[in-house]
């Protein structure tokens, strides 16, 4: 089956580059919503399951046992920019549970914002493991290993207690199951588990709702939601996509990026749970989807709706600022 | 017509994400070598024609009037990553001319390659066009403004003399009508004409070979080819694929990247040109696919082989050196 174009790139009068993709909308009943092309070939979740896979951290009480803060838990959440502020918060993170940076499992890059980056060059200095993107998400690992008696040590790898914790609760909210021979590993050495778009939406949908989790599990997800839904900034960061949405919706939209253009989201006020898959991974085309589902899904006024237009179809401009082309959606996407 | 799968991403045992696209393979009588998917959907050749509009200042003496080295007249046809030895050589290319950057109309931007990009803020400098990573096309253009007794104000719009000379070049090679209603603005102000493949290919073909040029043209072609092979490093950089490529096959293969997954080269010992894009618009995949195309039809010792397969095929590994992944072609490409 041929996944419909989606996403549109347009230079001058001639579309230049275009996308295809998948999409699942599903409501908390596992009802099928939208489903848009191939939603039947597993995909790796990637980044975009932070939140769920953050979930056990705060069900079994090791947020509270460290006072983790909002921002904390936000960071949990992340592929951060690795702008000074998240690089600050997940040290104390770390910190909270008496250990820090030579602990991370993730591998150090440079912070994955140009300008971050660049800043950190200019004061001579070079980055460590709390600039990976994923700090944040380890930093929350190492809490729950910590929190939990097990020693951190080795917590990456799939048969430690960390990632058995966190996969049980990802079988839990999505129904699926996590088989190692459906899996990969991310760049940050965790497994990733290959899943259908339609399993992913269903627990997006029980994230926003809390339908059909456990008392722990649904005071988990709106911890989470309020946690992000205040410090949009810490999941991101500055000028980034998942950034700007939430600050502009706020609570009504939890959403999150993953590599290779997945996304993941929940609009809890529907109690609808969204998961999509751009065929070729490009993540201008991802972010276009997200924000089009948006304006497609949810009631705006107009200065809600101008903000997200211009993240669903941006105007491209040249180094001169002279407006060159943009991106649009297609008929199939917007309804 | 839908174009073909011709790339795979794999993570694990899965294909994670997969580039479409379409190819063109002509040879210097106009003759279809290759033809995979839409070859007759209009595209913008963007930089990947940078070598064809340097022709005119070859052409009408203007390199040797000004005395340009192999050096400059590659950086002409460069899309750089502004490391500190092209930005250097695009100066002395304005001073031949009696200019300076205040000159260069393409605006600017940081380093578009990352090390480049951080020694220059290491430095507690910010950029000027000189960084552009089309400086050297600029400062070539301003060396034709100049050399043609023309004032280099307003060089890049499609009505000064040396976007005609360059529009009449790019017509005369390529045999394509190059119409402003088919046209687009490129990332550096200056007009990028949308072509079909087989056209641009043919352009190539003869780029590559001097067939159907005129002496003149034949000349400054080789002097091109032959300048672009001694510095690979200047029409791309560090690390950066043309440059890797070009300095295991040196003259034998001449390519060239453009922006949105277009790419052009030749192969003049087969006297064959190509052109193709990826219709997501993925540099990954165009560069996998042009080291691909390479593997297809060039005769190659065990050494040159290898080299080319690890640009063709590459592994990924991630932050902690864990291979997670590749790139994979598909038979539609290899043949």
Not at 48 to 53: F, I, S
Not at 195 to 203: C, E, K, N, V
Not at 285 to 299: I, Q, S, Y
Request: glycine fraction near 12%; charged fraction near 25%.
């Amino acid at each position: 089956m041929d996944n419909p174009f989606l996403v549109e790139v347009t230079r001058g009068q001639l579309v230049e580059s275009r996308h295809r993709g998948s999409i699942s909308v599903v409501d908390a009943d596992g009802a099928t919503v939208l489903s848009i092309g191939d939603v039947d070939r597993r995909v790796f979740p990637r980044s975009a399951v932070k939140a769920l896979q953050a979930l056990p951290l705060l069900e079994r009480g090791i947020a509270d046992k460290f006072d983790l803060t909002d921002e904390e838990i936000a960071l949990a959440c992340a592929s951060h920019s690795g702008e000074s502020e998240h690089v600050r918060v997940a040290g104390t993170m770390l910190a909270k549970a008496g250990r820090d940076v030579g602990c991370l499992e993730c591998g150090t890059h440079w912070p994955m914002g140009e300008s971050a980056s660049r800043a950190l060059a200019a004061e001579g200095k070079t980055p460590n493991a709390l600039h990976n993107n994923c700090s944040g998400k380890h930093a929350g690992f190492i809490c729950l290993a910590c929190g939990t008696g097990n020693d951190p040590k080795g917590y990456v790898g799939a048969d430690h207690p960390v990632q058995r914790m966190v996969r049980e609760t990802l079988e839990d909210v999505t129904g699926a199951c996590h088989s190692m021979e459906k899996s990969g590993t991310d760049g940050c050495s965790i497994p990733t588990y290959a899943i259908r778009l339609p399993s992913l939406a269903f627990g997006f949908a029980k994230f926003g709702t809390g339908a059909g989790l456990s008392g722990e599990a649904r005071a988990a997800a709106e911890r989470i939601r309020k946690a992000v839904a205040a410090h949009p900034f810490m999941v991101a960061g500055t000028g980034r996509f998942d950034t700007k949405l939430m600050e502009i919706l706020r609570e009504r939209a939890f959403v999150k990026v993953g590599a290779e253009g997945i996304y993941c989201a929940t609009f809890p006020e529907l109690g609808y749970g969204i998961a999509l898959k751009v065929d070729d991974g490009h993540v201008r085309a991802a972010e276009a989807m997200m924000a089009g589902l948006v304006l497609r899904f949810l009631p705006l006024n107009d200065q809600e709706r101008a903000a997200v237009e211009a993240l669903a179809q941006p105007v491209f401009k040249n180094w001169n600022g002279i407006e060159v082309g943009g991106i649009r959606l297609t008929p199939a996407l917007l309804g």
